[in-house]
């Protein structure tokens, strides 16, 4: 069984800074993509950026510039570093663990999901 565990959300005022961690726990062999989602009340739950293993990363328009996502394969951490936040940046945000390997098996792979992580910018 894995788990995905999100922490770092809460309360920020306008342009300021909050940074999600995300860590992928069981028994894992191999994540090929990890990514971060949101969704606001009301509104689909949208991409705001993912990282593949070997650094490659994709960002929502609106957040580009503002955050950045890494990870750290070893620890199977994924990390989204927000600046500059923004009232529309409030939402639930959601770690996203793709094309999970649970063994050496290539063509098994597994999608999970964290519980959420919530995120307020106000002031």
């Known amino acids: 069984q894995v788990q995905l565990v999100e922490s770092g959300g809460g309360l920020v005022q306008p342009g300021g800074s909050l940074r999600l961690s995300c860590a992928a726990s069981?028994?894992?062999?191999?994540?090929?993509?990890m990514g971060w989602y949101r969704q606001a009340p009301g509104k689909q739950r949208e991409l705001v950026a993912t990282?593949?293993?070997?650094?490659?990363?994709n960002y929502k328009d609106s957040v580009q510039g503002r955050f950045t996502i890494s990870r750290d394969n070893a620890e199977n951490t994924v990390y989204l570093q927000m600046n500059s936040l923004k009232p529309e940046d409030t939402a639930v945000y959601y770690c996203?663990?793709?094309?999970?390997?649970?063994?050496?098996?290539?063509?098994?792979?597994?999608?999970?999901w964290g519980q959420g992580t919530q995120v307020t910018v106000s002031s």
């Open positions: 990282i593949t293993s070997d650094d490659r990363t």
């Open positions: 996203n663990a793709d094309r999970v390997r649970l063994t050496s098996d290539y063509f098994r792979t597994y999608n999970y």
């Open positions: 069981g028994s894992i062999f191999s994540i090929s993509a």
